[in-house]
């Protein structure tokens, strides 16, 4: 669509009829050199001629493009198209996107409830980008079953956000698929967001009979355990023992667990981790471990203390071993030993430890409003048609000098 | 590109053979009976020998050299200086109306022809420039080194801006007795240039005009004319009619003059614009005239030419 930046110049059109008019007197006539004018006595004056009310000199035309070009130019004309960068948003599973102004999912996320770590809190914002209120109808489903199914009223360019928890999910795949989707209440679409829970599903973890009860309540503390009662079914196996383990290749990952443990340390066990990648729990002095000298070949040293590797990660096959005594009462009084382990079993199962959370947002958000910045709508893309009508004067004016007047139309 | 120099087409070569053609059709005949030393006997039986030439169809058997067209296996003529040769004064217009009206390139070359030509028939020739005045000339004679004299002003020479005037009668001074006379001009003048046309055939030993008609300028509007030579203006409507009229008063101005140069025995012949430079030579010095135009049922001729272009002496 053709706009113009400055539309008041346009008034300069006015001057067009002047110009005719202009055309119609007399002007200044050209200047020609002639060999002889006693030849020319016999012409006729041009006010003989009663050329004053006569029809205007054809080249009026041209010049009056020419004053319209630059009038316009002057207008500064620019071809506004759709504004720039509002691509609709699409959804996550590909579908259509909502209309551009319409209400949409505008973040899905899922962690580990905090007072209920079997269960899953999922938070859900609904944004409204336009200006008016809208109502609609936000519907959770969690694989097959349906989470929630409400209308959620959102205020004109406002953010609805809620809560929900649910069990976590026991399996992966399309049961560990988290769907949030909006209706409108006038039947339209308001987008598709799905999350992928399966980061934060329950784990069946086959555990050796030799753990002792600190062991077992630190697991059924993480609220995501299920002690498989059968082998085929376990996504991690739990040895405790004074042994170390064996070296060959297993179809799961395994955690041993030392068993016994010397003297009590004074000093604090360490991360030997980047800062990013360490747990946000401390083992304080006062631990106990084990000595299991054949442990410490090869693998990655993961917690050190006294001058001695405690935790030990092999990546084939893939096992941590523990030397901290966690059959200690001291280390099972305190919180430390539910936070290790959970956080010892997400790391062999690729999984989110308790304070880990996943989330989803719509891949592109350009007409979904952020709660915590104003609403900025993207200016339109605007062409500026300035320098082509100034190019196409520049033209004209040009072909008018080259003539010089002697052609009379254009 | 810068245009080509009008005197370019006069090549040597082409004015040779030009020369050698007028000599062929004059047939023995004189080139014409002025000159200070007119003598009765025909052409080519004088007695200071120049050299021979090839026998041209009508030249008289007595003249031929038997010896050397023995020699040369083709029949030759002997060729004496004539003793009846004159001076040629050729007068060349420079004044503003003839670049104005697109006349100065045929007169150009119409002088550089005309002094080349009497040159190889045994005649003596000068060049002038005039406008308002005298404004250059050269050196009278024959020869190749007078000859390139002449060209080399004529080459060199360019007309008027603008101003001065058209006074061939400013070259009285220049003319010797008996001096043949050749005027080159567009006759652009309210007095059809008669005055001064009796003024040079009364001052030398005759007078041949050739007059270099102007393209008309195109014209169309509400203009104001300026004469490029006095710097009058008009301010005209130049329409249909204005341009009838000019021509008309052209055509006027053309039988005036061919009427002054019949009445003076001066030859008169008109160049139209584009005529080739070697036909008008030859139509001049041949004096040929061009077929009359044809009349109009109501008697009148065409508005141009209204009188033949070559008025007999």
Redesign the interface.
Known sequence: MIGLGAPAWLTGLLLIPLVRELHRR?GP??????????????????A??G?RGGPP?PAWRRRALLLALLVVALARPAWQGPPAGTTPTRPADGRDAPPPRAPVIRSLSARPSLAAPERLTIAVAVANPGAEPASPTLVLRLGDSELLRRPVAVAGGGTWTGRIETARPSASGTAARLTAALTMAEGGDGGTLALDTAPLRRLSVRVGDTCGEPVRIALRTTGRIDVAPLPAAADLAIKCSERPPPTAEAAIPRLWLAAGGGTRSTTPALWTLPPEQSPAFAIDAGWRAADVRAAMAGGRVLLAGGDRPLIIEHDRPARILVLLDTSDPALAAGTALPLLLDWLVSRLTGTLAADGMTAADPPMTADVPNPESPVRPAPPERLDLTAPVLLAALLLSLFEAAAGGRW?TL | MPPRPPLADVDAPRLRRLARLVAGLLAGRPLHHGGPLHHPRPAATGLDFIDHRDFIAGDDPRGIDWRASARRRTPVVRRFRDERAGDWLILLDRS???A??G?WPPALQLAAALAFVPMQLGHRTRVALFSGTVDAMSSGGRGEAAYFAQRGLLQAAVPRA?GGASRPEACVPLIDRGQRIVLIT?A???DAMLPALARLAAAGGGLELLQVA?AP?A??????????E?G????????A??RT??T???AR?NTRLEAGCRHLGVPLTRVEPGEPWDQVVVRHLLRRPRPLPPESPSGETAARPTAPDTAPA
Request: charged share 25%; aromatic share 4%; proline share 6%.
């Open positions: 007399q006539a050209r200047r020609v050199q002639v060999p002889a004018l006693f030849l020319w006595r016999g012409a006729r004056s041009p003989a001629t050329r000199d009379r | 503003a109306s003839m104005a009206g006349a603008g567009d652009l003048r309210e102007a300028p014209l169309d509007g509400p203009v104001v004319a300026i004469d490029c006095s009058a203006s008009l301010r005209l409507e130049a329409d009619g204005a009229a000019a008309e008063a052209q101005l």
